[in-house]
């Protein structure tokens, strides 16, 4: 703790004595959950899962003409993880969520280098999933151009972890961190430009996953999977609508052959008036049809926030289902205003497989999901509640039997948010 005083001390001092702006901020997020069919499907003798998680960041942000800089640290808290007079932390959560460089190198062009979120567009291959507590993010340099309404990212990453407790490695650069879709290398360009009503993207991603061979070893190469899409978004009046087209190619970690998978997505939105908002959907992610060791037709979308899609269960694409049957989402969903200060969001979404289970069956399951947001003078406080009426091909893909799950599904929430400022200075 010591050398984060010290290093909050500094931007104080340097915002004192400078042309600059330092801003220094905070984040207390404690969130409560009742867990009963979250994820997976609960069976009828497991009892449900209680408990609450805190997020705690202190964020810290230096500006002048000719960079940024930017740290943000973070603790993940599950209250009663640690037993009394425990001299360290047993879950070892404190971490350095972002801390990046951006360097403006004149005529639009800027530099971002370092620890930091990737979000862009609507956040389906490449998000910060801000609702997990731990988020993601990227240790990446990325090349930055921007003009009028024309932006473009190029993305570089090259992951390292040292076993070598003296630090580097003396020979080889076999990266031993797997899981998860965590990649050794990352290149990617995003091209966006936008008009009067319509906003267009192209997302080319690349990335490259360690192979070892049988002996868990030695390495062998690299697996490289590409992922190509576009993103739309379309705004006129009281009418929305937004479209997904992203295709995967290549192999996936273990060198599994990807052929032929895709995501496509359709969203639609209508605010009838100031207080109420509809929306209507549909989403289609392939599905593995080859069912053999080395091969797959299946995406799976990688680094985005997919708690966002799919439904707020989190039954799909959210450390599951990275080699299964596809999905057909079907949703529709109402935001209501009762407030100046609150809002409801109301949301159905019926589940599909995009391929048939070994037992011929496609249906999933309808999940619905409800969101109340009422916010205070200073401070937000969210509860939600989600229920799910699953079909018999989701006990099938669940690996359960209906006779053997809980009659009911569900999982509520309840989540205070405060966000303090404790700085925000200019100095000349």
């Known amino acids: 703790m010591k050398k984060q005083h010290l290093l909050i001390g500094l931007f104080i001092l340097f915002a004192q004595q400078s ?30 899962g209680f408990g609450v998680s805190t997020r705690i960041r202190l964020n810290s942000g230096y500006s002048v003409d000719a960079y940024s800089f930017y740290v943000s640290l973070q603790d993940v808290l599950v209250w009663g993880e640690n037993r009394q007079l425990l001299p360290d932390d047993e879950n070892n959560s404190f971490a350095v969520f972002e801390a990046w ?80 879709f965590t990649y050794k290398t990352m290149q990617y360009i995003y091209l966006k430009q936008g008009w009067e009503n319509l906003s267009g993207s192209l997302l080319i991603l690349n990335n490259g996953f360690q192979n070892f061979k049988a002996d868990d070893i030695t390495p ?24 997904n087209l992203f295709l995967q190619t290549g192999e996936r ?13 359709l969203d639609l939105s209508y605010k009838t008036s100031d207080k109420v908002s509809l929306g209507a959907g549909i989403e289609i992610i392939s599905g593995n049809d080859t069912r053999t060791a080395n091969k797959t037709e299946a995406f799976f979308p990688l680094y985005g926030t997919n708690h966002k899609f799919n439904g707020l269960m989190d039954y799909f694409y959210v450390g599951n289902h990275a080699n299964s049957i596809g999905l057909l ?17 109301i949301k159905a979404l019926n589940f599909s497989g995009e391929q048939d289970l070994p037992s011929g069956e496609k249906s999933l399951g309808t999940e619905l999901d409800l969101v109340l947001k009422q916010k205070f003078n200073g401070y937000a406080l969210l509860l939600g509640y989600s229920q799910l009426f699953a079909s018999d091909g989701m006990y099938e893909l669940k690996g359960t039997t209906k006779d053997l799950a809980a009659g009911s599904q569900n999982w509520a929430w309840a989540m205070l948010v405060i966000k303090p400022k404790f700085l925000n200075t200019t100095r000349d």
């Open 19 to 48: 042309s600059a702006q330092f801003t220094l901020d905070g984040e207390f997020r404690p969130r409560t959950e009742f867990r009963h069919g979250f994820g997976n499907i609960i069976s009828e003798n497991a009892d449900a």
């Open 101 to 180: 460089a951006n360097i403006n190198l004149g005529s639009g062009f800027s530099t971002k280098l370092g620890r930091q979120t990737l979000d862009y567009d609507d956040q389906r291959i490449l998000g910060s999933v801000g609702w997990t507590q731990q988020g993601r993010n990227h240790d990446a340099a990325l090349l930055k151009y921007g003009k009028d309404k024309f932006h473009m990212d190029l993305g570089l990453a090259y992951s390292q972890d040292y076993d070598n407790p003296a630090g580097f490695q003396s020979v080889g650069t076999a990266y031993n961190t797997t899981g998860f």
């Open 220 to 243: 062998d190469g690299l697996s490289n999977l590409q992922t190509i899409g576009t993103h739309l978004d379309y705004k006129k009046g009281s009418f929305g609508a937004a479209a």
């Open 253 to 265: 970690q273990g060198a599994v052959d990807v052929k032929g998978a895709y995501l496509l997505g």
């Open 329 to 345: 989402d079907v949703h529709l969903s109402a935001n209501f205003k009762l407030g100046e200060k609150s809002n409801l969001m």
